[in-house]
Nanobody, 127 residues
Framework: QVQLVESGGGLVQAGGSLRLSCAAS????????MGWFRQAPGKEREFLAA????????YYADSVKGRFTISRDNAKNTLSLQMNSLKPEDTAVYYC????????????????????WGQGTQVTVSS
């Protein structure tokens, strides 16, 4: 069984930074694509960033491009999201997502590409 455990969420002021981490266990982490999504109350789950199995292919949503950085450390079975220049509209529950393969079949932003999800970690950005 795959387990994704997230950490790093919290409360920050606008313009501040947070680094989210996702620790994976239960399968060969290095073989699979990963992603970050977020969901604000009453809204759909939103794609943020994705990274293929070896980090050679990365995608970002326009809303976070230039501010967020996704990375992975396969030796440590961890996925990270460095978030800089945070805005109040970034407030949401952030989820780590484990892919079903080394890459994606239809697109990294599609929820159906991911078979495993973390519990979510709250990020709140104050004005």
């Amino acid at each position: 069984q795959v387990q994704l455990v997230e950490s790093g969420g919290g409360l920050v002021q606008a313009g501040g930074s947070l680094r989210l981490s996702c620790a994976a266990s239960g399968r060969t982490f290095s073989n699979y694509a990963m992603g970050w999504f977020r969901q604000a109350p009453g809204k759909e789950r939103e794609f943020l960033a994705a990274i293929n199995w070896n980090g050679g292919i990365i995608y970002y949503a326009d809303s976070v491009k230039g501010r967020f950085t996704i990375s992975r450390d396969n030796a440590k079975n961890t996925l990270s999201l460095q978030m800089n220049s945070l805005k109040p509209e970034d407030t949401a529950v952030y989820y780590c997502a484990g892919g079903k393969g080394a890459g994606w079949y239809y697109g990294p932003a599609k929820l159906s590409e991911y078979g495993y999800w973390g519990q979510g970690t709250q990020v709140t950005v104050s004005s």
